[in-house]
């Protein structure tokens, strides 16, 4: 048994809080083993299921690196998996209630997350400093020992000249950068050097505007508004105040580290030929430029582009993608579903009832967990936390799953006054509360906690709705791209509502819904079919029609902006019947026959509209030329043959006479000779 059964370990902390091991065994496969003292006093159990060889779950988090330091003097290719059940369960007041929820959470650490590719970023120390007074000349003094110092006094009014010039001074203004570490790229105006002979003050000569300059990083000191958007996220970018003392400290120990190679996670995966933002020169869906906080994508031609070096991975770009092109990579949609589904399934497994997803970060929601399990009430028994990179990345597909599983309610837990703005999480908020509400599971339950305080944390959770868990919980396996996760995810909603409807309405800018066409004003030109990024617009190669499939339409806008008659609008919504129909023909029209030969050609009603336009009212078909309509009502080949045979060219216009240079000169003089009146 010992050498195939995966082992379990969990421990009361040196008894701190209770142990359901009955229901952490209904839920969890592995041979348990409890303690009190796992890190100390009982350390030889810990030895012993080394031993066996098998995967070891150890459920303490605190202690991991010592745990890995014994595996690796007795077995280093051990497989160790580590989960907090301590401050997220056991260290509550309502502890005796959190056997489920404690199963559920090592359950979920079980599930596998693969690598994440990196991103490379290298720094040989070539830094700005961008200031207005001596302060900036004293942090590059005091930097110049280990960075390639360059300062730039922007507007300087008295500045004592230096003794000796160790590092260029120089005057200027920043007009725009952009950039990173390691490849930063300003553009400089009122650009100038100074005078060697500068006596009392720094003198510049003549200044020029459009200088550019490069850098590996950038120290902004000039107290002014900030370079970048979002520059507390930007890599390489270092602001402070000039008044503030601590906060020039710190600066100056910060650029000292930023020299050599340095790798950050790429936070999204970009596919191009999913990317609904442009078409033929007309701009569609904006959804992920809105939002992105560092100005890391920009368009490019139809898709966008997304600068790896500059995103800060909030993620709010894949929450919204439509389409799927933009998909977050930490992780990956589809491994935080699996992790989603084996968490709910085991507190439901485990007997838990009403279970409430809690979805935080590391670097704020992980503390002020930690900080209400030692100070304060601690989660309630019925509060599943889970932590994600950034709550941003949560998108509509991962809320729809977990009410699909059986959760209750989702909870975002975000800071009380964000970094940047959070206008994505609201709309992914708003969107899901409302298909949530119309599927009967209750109202209220998708929502932002946005709170420093533990004990504001508590209570927050503690008046949350009561939602109604569905009696028939999905048990599907997310696996895929985004977009056909959402899809599934949507359709197991419907399927597991308590009260099913068929048509949820939504604000407008959702990325769901139909098209509405005016079938008067559609003369099936298919400009639309050729500018929907996702063939939710269609034609018929054997049939004029235009065919639409709801479930792929992202509203992004290509087919109402590109349509010549104004034929087409949008109408958010998620139409359940619809999305599981097949494709609805919303106009068809007979061809029309070339009077020629019969073939197939056009629309028929395109062709009497044109006839219609140009008998009789037009004088290349007036009069003599009347037969010349017929052209209009033949096939391409039959077409060609009229006009060469019958010899007119139905494009013929009246040409004015030739003009030379003699004529002008003809008419120049003749109006010389013409008397004045």
């Known amino acids: 048994m010992g050498d195939t059964v995966p082992h379990l370990m969990i421990c009361t902390c040196e008894k701190t809080m209770p142990l359901d091991a009955r229901a952490i065994g209904r839920a969890c496969t592995g041979r348990i083993t409890q303690a009190n003292q796992l890190c100390a006093l009982e350390i030889d159990r810990f030895k012993a299921a080394l031993a066996d060889g098998v995967p070891i779950t150890v459920a303490c988090t605190q202690e991991a690196p010592l745990f890995r330091e014994v595996a690796e003097d007795l077995d280093p290719s051990s497989a160790l998996t580590f989960v907090n059940i301590r401050e997220t369960a056991g260290w509550s007041k309502d502890a005796a209630a959190a056997g489920p929820k404690a199963a559920a959470l090592i359950a979920a650490a079980a599930e596998d997350t693969p690598p994440i590719a990196l991103v490379t970023l290298e720094s040989d120390g070539v830094a700005l400093i961008y200031g207005r007074d001596e302060v900036a000349i004293e942090v590059g003094r005091r930097l110049a020992d280990r960075l390639d110092i360059t300062v730039l006094l922007t507007k300087p009014s008295d500045v004592t000249p230096r003794h000796s010039n160790e590092f260029p001074v120089l005057k200027g203004s920043v007009r725009n950068g952009r950039g990173h570490l390691g490849q930063f790229e300003l553009t400089i105006d009122d650009y100038a050097f100074p005078a060697p002979s500068s006596r009392r003050r720094l003198e510049f000569g003549v200044p020029r505007n459009g200088a550019v300059s490069t850098c590996d990083m950038v120290l902004d000191l000039s107290g002014g508004l900030p370079l970048f958007p979002a520059h507390e996220l930007r890599p390489g970018y270092l602001r402070a105040d000039p008044r503030d003392r601590a906060a020039v400290e710190k600066m100056i120990a910060d650029a000292g580290h930023l020299v050599g190679t340095f790798d950050k996670p790429r936070f999204i995966e970009l596919d191009e030929s999913l990317c609904a933002h442009s078409r033929s020169g007309i701009t569609g869906c904006t959804r992920c430029l809105d939002l992105c906080p560092t100005g890391a994508i920009t368009p490019n031609g139809n898709a966008v582009a997304i600068d790896p070096a500059v995103c800060a991975g909030c993620g709010s770009c894949a929450a919204a993608c439509p389409t799927g092109a933009a998909a977050y990579a930490l992780p990956a ?146 696996r895929g791209a985004k977009r056909s996760l959402l899809e599934t995810a949507f359709r197991e909603l419907h399927l597991a509502a308590p009260a099913p409807v068929d048509i949820v309405t939504l604000a407008l800018g959702a990325p769901f819904g139909a098209v509405l066409l005016n079938v008067e004003s559609c003369t099936l030109c298919h400009s639309c079919v050729t500018a929907c990024p996702t063939g939710a617009l269609s034609d018929n190669p054997e049939r004029a029609m235009l065919r639409f499939t709801e479930s792929i339409c992202v509203q992004c806008g290509l087919c109402e902006a590109t349509c010549p008659e104004d034929a087409i609008t949008l109408q958010p919504q998620l139409d359940f019947q619809a999305w599981n129909a097949p494709q609805r023909v919303l106009k068809e029209e007979d061809p029309f026959h070339c009077i020629g030969c019969g073939k197939p050609f056009g629309t028929k009603s395109t062709i009497e509209r044109v006839v219609a336009k140009l008998e009789e009212k037009h004088w290349m078909f007036t009069g003599a030329n009347a037969r010349r309509i017929d052209v209009v009502k033949m096939c391409e080949d039959c077409r060609v043959e009229a006009v060469v045979n019958e010899s007119f060219d139905p494009h013929a216009v009246p040409r004015p006479p030739t003009v030379t240079t003699e004529d002008y000169l003809r008419s120049r003089e003749a109006s010389k000779d013409e008397p004045i009146r």
């Not at 994505?424 to 420093?452: K, P, W």
């Open 333 to 478: 949609a589809d491994v935080l579903m699996r992790r989603l589904r084996t968490l709910v399934r085991a507190y439901r497994k485990a007997g838990g009832a009403n279970a409430v997803v809690l979805l935080h970060d590391g670097d704020h929601g992980a503390p002020l967990i930690d900080a209400l399990a030692r100070f304060g009430d601690g989660l309630p028994a019925n509060v599943l936390p889970v932590r994600v990179n950034e709550v941003t990345q949560v998108g509509p597909e991962a809320i729809a799953a977990l009410f699909a599983y059986g959760a209750t309610g989702v909870g975002l837990l975000t800071r009380a006054k964000p970094k940047h703005d959070r206008l994505g999480l609201e709309q992914v908020v708003d969107t899901s509360g409302t298909i949530v509400a119309s599927l009967g599971f209750g109202e209220g339950l998708v929502r932002i906690i946005a709170t420093d305080d533990p004990d504001q944390l508590r209570a927050m959770l503690d008046t949350t709705p009561p939602g109604i868990a569905t009696e028939k919980p999905a048990t599907f396996i997310a």
